[in-house]
């Protein structure tokens, strides 16, 4: 599959020097989309944006337009972008909060608007430290700008926004937690059905919650239109993403590139991107979307860079961050690592998950020292069961939030496609990879 | 009402298991199926609780538009047509699947868990769960019980982290100290380090948590529940009147559980009434009767104490008439008790000198004639009114019930009040008012305020004036006992001009409405009926009557200490502790011919006593009580009583025999015949009617216009007396200028204090807290005292050092002290308060 | 120091002001209470919980379910090692094992002078840059054991403070605006704009 040569929409500034100031991004066309959307009917950016079919990129992939428009009446409501960015191995929201905070902020300021939001929060990961200081900087800058308060631009638009750092938990990125802990809570997640955030969210008002990524697209489409944004792409899957690249690859990163016309081949192996596998090894495996995702293997190399073509493949697009794993990766210790990392991030709120998830980690990481028995594989997949019944995709759960179907994905897909690996490790008791 | 006029249906119909069953709109699957005869297991769900859905315990198949799907019933509101499938093989596999990840932290050490053998997770294990574990690893340790508060331990290894303690705590009790603290499978529930469970209502977190994590001090290692026999009764800690089950083993009470009573106490308790059945166990119960012989009293036999008693009333009664003889007390009675004893009193010995209050209440005619609200009544008020003393320290569930109605209904909560109270929090209108102007500002809040009145800004006035609606509810009791009934009785006679007022009693012991119901005041006679009205019709069922209006307990203490009373009884009472004016309560028992105590315990008062006469206590006899809300419900007997120890209205009757006198009756139930038969207010309150499991929450008196479908047996000689009705008539109120260098007296009950129960219950005993006075911070900055520190407190009658500390709550001008602190030997509120005055003022000076 | 100093009691209060509700900013706080002492200590939660009318064992049981909170004493530099995913196939866990020799302890634990707590951390999303860390927040990519070394003597020597401020610093820019007290926007003097650490940021992206 060749590569487009369509230019990167929302990694186009980064490599500007102080790419994070002002000056840098007015000097890069920056706060015209705000400009444009400004003379604008709220009614209208939302048709553009529904138009553009942008995919929400945090990791559920909905309809960033349709989700607008399932907004709630009831007022005031509020706008919370995400860029809690904690789902393992991915890290473009890291790369903008850093680079490009004012996109940010012109993104988030035209979705506030669009939505008739009284407020705007910006969550970012706690751990971010430089992209907390970055973003605090812009703001103070975009305010007195004048793109960020009262009367933006000298329009009768005016909105605060309030940069909302975190304190380190995976699971306050899932959108209701964010809000608990936005509100100073425990994060939380809240049952969904009956009430999602556009309906019942911040404060018990209706909130839109998107993702950093997601709203970083939003001034570029107002500028160029939702047709241009759909012109990228194929089908659902438009315009450009950023994909985290990482694992055994010669050239670990972020890459933008065109949704669906790119695939997981060309990712890893163009020499302009992943520049192919390290030592000039074999792949052994992938993860398509992040920690959650099950895994691929080598026969689903070519799929595209489409989030249902992935999704039709039995794994998920997800946070568009892929790994990649050579011919020397233990499957068993990728495994159990990714086991261990939900059971530490594990909300604790509801059973399956807060018990499933240290159990399989101590099975996992058993059988990783050797320790293991035969029957440990049907154990876990019986545990694994009872937390995603049918373990089919996607997923069903006996939980509150899909962080707990997300845990089996690395284990089933592990025994799965490396059964014998498993059975290695129980029957010598060592790992073979040493 | 708004809700009202919408057009939604009262029902809905779900397929349930295939068949169909009707539900109320948006109630939660998991209660709809329980109606409907399905038990759908849970360990979080609870429904007097916000719902959380988190041990997925309830997992059952609910059909969505993309078929059936695994959903929590306990999270899950029904719909019309809605389709539930709760015997599936994937619900069965869900459900099992859960219970074994809720076993996999769990230490299993069944054997020597309290909860043992009513442990729903134990029982569930047993009748669904896998059987053997498939669970090889370590699991989660930590340190075995620790102690949340005085009362409540917790072992975190065996809690299953439903959050139903942590939601009490927060939801219900407003008293977030406990908390999960961590995340994933090291959750634990726990305090601040340091900051302990301290809430009046822990307790209820033991009875809530539906494994053994929580344990209650008093009752660890007491008792296996198998062993456990119960019986249903009503606390008689206060006048709320919560249901509870009496449990024991071998004839000794082991604990008490909440009874979830739907107009009363939701299944709630406080800790004192909780653990309360630890002062019927003590050792320091009175068991048999005493006589004095010099200094000391000593045991005797029923005979002679009987005999004794009989003889001075006979008597005092015989050398200065009727009037020489006096009863106080009987609050702590059953009705059948209170009954018997103003047939006594009245009916036979014929004085009226009979108090059931001590002087810290309000008068039987205000609170008998005014137009009374219940519980439920005030919750869906359009505003409560308190004009009470602090509900969270004297009828704390009611405090949780006026809480919810703030909190969660949204009804405005409109406070009069000299100090801060644990409500004032949640009130929309907390107005204070100089002790003593009471009444000025209850006229105010009625008719409007033109400039600031009694320390309130006219403005915060008229503001409150305009929450209180069409129907408000006034909690009315004393808001301090430092000032006097009067000064209440004016401010109550003011708002009872609201339109369409309705009064809830707030008078804190236990049956003083059923004493009064039973006659025990002067000028009233049983049935709510005052004396001059029911002469008539009470001539006709008693052999005697009192001439005239005898004197309440202030007049009863002060012809004592003139030695005017030849006889006193103490029902109960302890007036040397509760009488507010602690100098005359001495007086009068010295200056009393003869003192009959009849009682459980010896207290300041019974010990000065002629005759000790010991009574049963609570939970070893039967009866019915009576709430503040004149709802009766019944009594259980569960233990035979102490020693010889007899129920007091068994002591009456003895006594009206050897006076000469019938009283009529040999069994509690014929007691209450006869009480249904000739009090007014409680025709056709039967014995059938509080026997039949239909009222089991008890029956309001009077009966409404339509009674309940059980006819009466009684049928009583007509006309019956009309009920009391309050006259409106306030008594004139003359407050005594201020000088400029005193404050103004404010005192009030803590919930764990001095009283004779408390303090005999051990786990509670403890809680007490020490005395200290409390004033706003300006007036301790004035002394130079801005922190707080020792002061000398100074009335007319006495004065002492106490412990100050700068209290915001407590108004500019005003000094706060407990009535009921412990240890306070001559240094307490109740030696500054004189009972004349209608406020006590006291200069505080650095020592 | 315990309670909040007066200046941060200010912060704190110029927090409160930007939510709609007061509970809102109870993390913001606790992250100022953090950067007064290093860690949470009881008096700063009582403290927050008192400016927030929360109880301590609410603020209490709310920093605790959030990594970065701590309510024992850590060293000056937390020092937090990524083995997730990217960085296990990149040699994360080999870097934990030097970095636990190199300083002498165990994950979690904290050297005797009080000058680093080690600790082993989920992935810090610079897997682009694998085996990586940070310290006090602070992005460090690419690191190799003779990188670590280097890095650890350039902190212990103050060669780097500019760089990585004392454990629970998180933003130096203050927030100047859109706050009730605060200066009007013409009034605000430029604000500052931190550069990169030294730590091998910001990250190339890729392009087609
Ligand atoms: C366990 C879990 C973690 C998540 N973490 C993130 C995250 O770090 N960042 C993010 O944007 N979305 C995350 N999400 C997805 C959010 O719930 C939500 O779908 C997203 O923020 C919506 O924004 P979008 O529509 O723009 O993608 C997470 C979801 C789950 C279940
Ligand atoms: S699935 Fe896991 S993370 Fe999600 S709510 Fe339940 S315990 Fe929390
Ligand atoms: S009872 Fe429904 S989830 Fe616990």
Redesign the interface.
Known sequence: MPLTDAAPIVTRRIGNARSWTLSSYLDHGGYQGLRKALTMAPADITAEVLTSNLLGRGGAGFEAGKKWSMLAKPRPAYVVINGDESEPATFKDHMLLENDPHQIIEGTVICALAVGAAQAFIFVRGEFALGIERMTAALNEAYAHGAVGRNIFGSDFSIDLVIHPGAGAYICGEETALIESLEGKRGFPRIKPPFFPAAIGLYGAPTIVNNVETVSNLPWIVENGGAAFAALGIGRSTGTRIFSLSGHVNRPGNYEVEMSKVSFRDLIEDPRLGGGIRNGNKLKAFIPGGASAPWFGPDQVDLALDQDAVGKAGSMLGSGSIVVMDETTCMVRAAWRITRFFHRESCGQCTPCREGSGWLDKIMRRIEEGAGRESDLDLLFDVCDNIAPGLSWPPRQTTICVLGPSIPSSITSGVRMFRDEFLTHVKEGACPYG | MAEQTENKPDTVTITLDGKRVTAKPGEMLIAAAERAGVYIPRFCYHPRMRPV?????C?VEVKGPRGF??A?AC???TSEGQEVVTTSP?VK??QD??L???L??HPLDCPVCDKGGECPLQDQTVAFGPGET??V??KRHWAKPIALSDLVYLDRERC??CDRCTRFADEVAG?????????????EV??????PFSSYFSGNTVQLCPVGALLARPYRFKARPWDLEQVESTCTMCSVGCRIAVQSSSNELTRYLGVDSEPVNHGWLCDQGRFSYQYVNSDERISSPLVRKGDELVECSWGEALAATAKALESAKAVHGPGAVAVLGGARLANEDAYAWAKLAKGVLGTDNVDAQLGDGLPAELVLGLPRATIDEACAASAIVLLAPDIKEELPVLYLRLREAAVDKGVPLVELTPQSTGLSRYAKASLSYRPGEAALLAKALVDGATGDVAGSKAAAVNGARALLGDNPVVVLGRPSVAESAASITAAAAALAGLPGVRFLPALRRANVMGALDMGLAPGILPGRVSLDAGRDWFSSVWTTLPTGAGLDAAGILSAAAEGRIQALVLLGADPAADFPDRQLARQALAGAGFVVAVDAFLTESSRQADVVLPAAAFAERHGTTTNIEGRITSLGQKIVPNGVSWPDWMIAVELAARLGTELGFETVEQVWDEVERVAPSHAGITCALLADRRFRDGVTAPLGAAPPAITGTGSAPAPRPALLAFSGEAPAVSLPPLDAYSLRLVSRRTLYGNGTLVQHAPGLAALAKSPCARANPSDLDRLGMGKGGQVRVRSNRANFLIDAEPDPGVPRGSLSLAFNSVDLEGSDAGALIDADAVVTDVRVETP | MARLNADNEKRARDLIALYPESRSSLIPMLHVAQEQDGWLMPDAIAHVAELLDLTAAEVYGTASFYDMFFTHPVGRHLVSVCTNIACLLNGGFELLEHAEKSLGVSGGGTTHDGEFTLEEVECIALCGEAPCLAVNWRFFGSVTPERFDTLMADLRSGALADEVPPHGTLCRVRRSVGLPAAATPESVTGPEVPSAPGGGRPQSPGTT
């Open positions: 859905g988190m041990c997925r315990m997992l799907g695994l929590p999270f899950i509101p994937t596999k869900a699947g859960v074994e990840f809720l996999v932290n498939r669970f690893e370590e299953i982290q008293d977030p100290l406990i908390e999960f603290v961590g995340r994933g499978d090291s959750i726990n305090t601040f380090p340091d900051q």
